[in-house]
């Protein structure tokens, strides 16, 4: 809770520690109703640094004991949030003893309870919240823990690195000991003590070294462990391929837990995931959370080097390992499932969550250079358009190039804690690459603008491809446009300098022309192909050209990006006709394109379900000065009901094709076949007809996978039929005990474009399944519905009353979470004059509720600033 206006903090301000912590030995004792921590710490004046205090960081901590070198002392001051102590020697042992109360700890930061024990969170600035301590990542030391705790109750007592010794104590008590020799910052450090099951395997890396891998999960869910440890044993194999990296650990282990604020957290060690990313079982799990499991464990694996053997200086480089992490599990994602779906994903998450962040009050730089709550920081940005910049780097030097400049990264930094600066500068070097104007990348906010515009001389047979970039606060950017010359035949145009016809050009001033020779034919450019920069092309393609690249263009990415231009373009037209009371005009040449996307084989089926599924609502009010939610919504159905009719019969045929083949299995091509076919019946549920709807109950009813049967709950829930209330009810009755997919069914109801969503959603707030205290309810339900685009921007201001009181209630439980919620109303500028009003009331009242906590106030001030 805010006691006093939160403070700024600034990049430009960082100093190096005064005192280096060496060795920390925690001891935790885990009592009924609170844990004593005992920490030492040998502490060591920084000789770089002329500081006469030490000051340490710490937040609801019931102060028991201070000594130093073993004599207890009160020659110290306890200010808010830390404890100083001055006049202390160069070298020293500091011992404090705290008592804090994991059970009422709501916001699952630092030592916390869930339904079978206890868990802890650090990053970014847990620690503190378990030990004083100079809670900074650029603190690096050498851990050693030992815990406590009644052994029926809390049967595993896990920590970082080796188990070094364990035993039994007084009144059915148990103790053991941890070792972790790898130095480590703090928000790396983590404790288990709980009652789990454990999966384990072993895992032998290319050296030699045998890795006893555990999986660890609430009693009887053993069964649900299996993809998860054949993601990670894939992660472990990918990584030495692909970087020449190797486990450096004994023991990895991964503890599932089903409170957790986000997706997964990489303790050195001992990663600690939200349930969500471990747990998934045919019956109970989607084609969509087993790919993001295979993601999610692969990333939190891939921190082990880019993050934890080389971390961050501070908190302002947050995308050093984020950035680069992100990039490394969407490579992995890429190699392991579909690269060209993949790439679609990312860019539609792109433009669905980055773009509007960045055009929005929480715009910042991948580099921030100021922030409130570090918290607030974990952003599309910093982890999204962070991992764009890092596969600019590989587009502009080459593979061969990126490689080098990783190793000569590990080799520099090995077991440091840098900037993104140092990062840039090993690829630099490696690449011998200037790469100082790149630098921008991570030092200005928003998105910009490249606009293109060619010219093609018959006589001279060249083209002039003319390219021009929006000024940004610090000058122009180094922009890679990866670029092709698509003939009227529907072949890539050879020229001078491509290989595979096409190149890169490096876009470096605001204006720059490249000249293209002995070109025969006037040629269509494929430009940005792969999406080879974070950025908004504009290029004036005619309706033709578009279905000429959505035909031929040998990139499959900007293939995709051709029919979402076209499709995006003509519903943007179709807005301005409704909201101008004219009804939607469709072009027949849409026709043709979607019927032969519906003629695809079984390895094309989930490129034809990405290219046959519309640019969402989101994405598309990006493009608009005013925003009317209800004709956008309206235009984008009316085309889907348009292609739905004119092509019913091949929908149906298609449907039918891809009905399953036999038993499930979760590989990309029998993947694929089921994401087509689930927009098949999306399709034909567009014309409500009986037997449409009977046909989506027919699935879901006898299904065999959750896939299929969620993706007809889903298809039936954007309705309010019997059907709809039936398959809803039946999926609640059937999965009322299966956390995870309870959450499934709050999320679909909330993403409903039904007119009765918000009093759904309200109803389902006091309903059993839901809890405000899980985050994963609340993202189901709550987010879900914020992200709602016709639902929560309702002209009449409910939507936004509603979420800002839940917001309200939240904050005194979990600001974190509460102000991941207050997100959703980044983007209240957009809209017309009346919905502003409504929004800014409630920005409002959020913003003098009460005890209102820095993490929500920083958003809503941004939001209203
Ligand atoms: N570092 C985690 C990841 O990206 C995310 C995280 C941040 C988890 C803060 C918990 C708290 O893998
Ligand atoms: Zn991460």
Redesign the pocket.
Known sequence: MTTSTPKTIYLADYTPPAFLIDTVDVDINFQPDYAEVTAHLAVRRNPAVAAASLVLDGEELELLSVSIDGVVTDRYTLGENTLVLSHVPDVFRLSTVVRIRPDLNTRLSGLYRSANGYFT?C??EGFRRISWFTDRPDVMSRYSVTLHADQALLPCLLSNGNPVASGVEAAGRHWASWQDPHPKPCYLFAVVAAKLDVLRDSYRTTSGREVQLGIYVEPGRLDQCDHAMAALKKSMHWDEQTYGLECDLDHYMIVAVGDF??????NKGLNIFNTKYVLARADIATDLDFENIDRVVA??YF?NWTGNRVTCRDWFQLSLK?GL?VFRDQEFGADVHNRQVARIHEVRGLRAGQFPEDAGPMAHPVRPASYIEINNF?TATIYNKGAEVVRMIQTLIGRAAFRRGMDLYFERHDGQAVTCDEFVAAMADASGHDLTQFMRWYQQSGTPHVKASGVYDPAAQRYVLTLAQSAGVCGNLLIPVTVALIGPDGLPLPFEGSIDSQCVLSLSESSQQFTFENIAVPPIPSLLRDFSAPVVLEFDYSDEALAHLLAHDTDPFNRWEAGQRLAGRLILQATEAISAGLEPVWPERLVAIVSGMLACSDETAAFAAEILSLPGEATLAEQLEVVDPDALHAARNSLRRYLACQLEAEFRACYERLAPLGAYAPDSTSAGRRALRTVCLGYLCEIDTVSYRAAALQQFEHADNMTDQFAALAVLAQGSSDESRLALAEFYRRWHDEPLVVDKWLQVQAASRCAETLARVEALTRHPAFELRNPNKVYALLRAFGGNHVRFHAADGSGYRFLAAQICALDAINPQVASRLARCFDRWRKFDAARQAHARAALNMIHDHAGLSRDVLEIVARALG
Do not use: I, L, R, S
């Open positions: 969170q990053e970014a604020n986000m997706g997964a957290m990489e990333h939190e921190h984020e992490t974990y």
